[in-house]
Structures are given as C-alpha cells and as structure tokens.
C-alpha cells in the first residue's frame, strides 16, 4: 500500500471516529447530565469512549501500516511527549501543594498532544 493511500484511509478512519465522538459526546451530555444519579447515567456519560476505542483502533492499524523507521520515528516522538508530560503532570503536582488550583485529568491528554504535535512540526523543521 502506498503512502498516501495509507494515509488517506487512516484520516478516513480517524476523521469517522472523532465525528462519532462529537456526537455521541452531545448526545450524552445533553441527555445524561439532567439524570439522576445512578448506573444508568454513568453508563451514558462514558459512551463517548465508545468512539474513542474506535479512534485507538485506528490509529493502531496506521502504525501497522507504517514502515519501520516512520514507525520508529513517531514512537520516539510519542515517548518523548510522555516524558514531557509526566514531567509538566509531576511540576503542576508540586504547585498544587503550594496553593495553585488543581486541575482536572482532562489536561493530561490535550498536553501530550500538543507536545506531540509540536515535535511533529519541529522534525519538519530541523532535519538531520
């Protein structure tokens, strides 16, 4: 498979999943928070996730379909946006301790991605 159809099927795969998200992520909102607690309410408000194991799904089959050194490529920049994230997560844990407001683990993933992503257009930038 070439590059590019790769590519063109993993943003199909991808860009289905997340419009999935949005709507289920709407859907669930709007219907469950108004719900009184219980099983049922929780169930619904984790149906997003649903779509998200769809977009993990996808962007496993992407790495399958990488050769080995994109594929090499792109978990070095995964593992380093850890890095960078465990790092920011453990530095924001101590500030915390020192009176700053605590933060929700929604911030964990966003922050990986930008890390994430910066380094993506940095490797464009500065080639070896």
Known sequence: MLERDARRK???????????????LFGALSIGKPM????????LLLAPMIPV???????????????????????????????????????????EGAGFPRLSMFWVWPVMGFVWGALACLRCVIKP
């Not at 990488?66 to 090499?72: C, I």
């Open 53 to 95: 194991c769809l977009a993990i799904w996808a962007i496993a089959r992407q790495f399958r379909r990488m050769d080995e050194f994109m594929r090499l490529r792109t978990l070095e920049s995964l593992a380093i946006a850890a890095a960078v994230t465990a790092g920011l997560s453990l530095t924001y844990g101590f500030l």
């Open 10 to 24: 993993y943003l199909l795969e991808l860009g289905v999943s997340m419009v999935l998200y949005f709507i289920v």
């Open 36 to 43: 009184p607690a219980g099983a049922l309410r929780t169930a």
